[in-house]
């Protein structure tokens, strides 16, 4: 799990950063916008696939938004590119942390993502 997170956090940075820098963070406002048991639940979430390490508090900050990105490139890489979240738009990032809350993304998270897709 370890070299997965190292190598998807140049890919996912250098992918995502710009865009999520980019008027103001889409994300973050995603992620506050939950309720406070959604928010821990993206962050047990996490920490169950390995992208994440701190106290699971529900609160943003750089730990979360480093896994949240690390986790959606690994979710996309894993899926062949079939599930992908734009982190920059509101309307993107809701809808990736409300399937991560909901343990929706799962099977890509720690399983073989196409193996139920067939």
């Known amino acids: 799990m370890q070299r997965r997170s190292i190598l ?36 047990e979430q996490l920490a169950m696939a390995g992208f994440y390490r701190g106290g699971i508090d529900g609160a943003y900050g750089p730990g979360t938004r480093k896994a949240l990105v690390q986790a959606a490139a690994f979710i996309e890489q894993n899926s062949y590119g079939r599930t992908r979240f734009d982190l920059a738009s509101e309307k993107g990032a809701r809808t990736y942390l409300r399937a991560l809350a909901a343990g929706d993304l799962g099977k890509y998270l720690w399983g073989e993502g196409d193996e139920a897709d067939g």
Request: proline share 6%; charged share 10%; aromatic share 6%.
């Open 8 to 43: 998807l956090s140049l890919s996912a940075f250098l992918t995502l950063a710009p865009g999520l820098q980019a008027g103001g963070d889409a994300l973050q406002a995603a992620f506050e916008s939950l309720s406070p048991a959604a928010r821990r639940s993206a962050q």
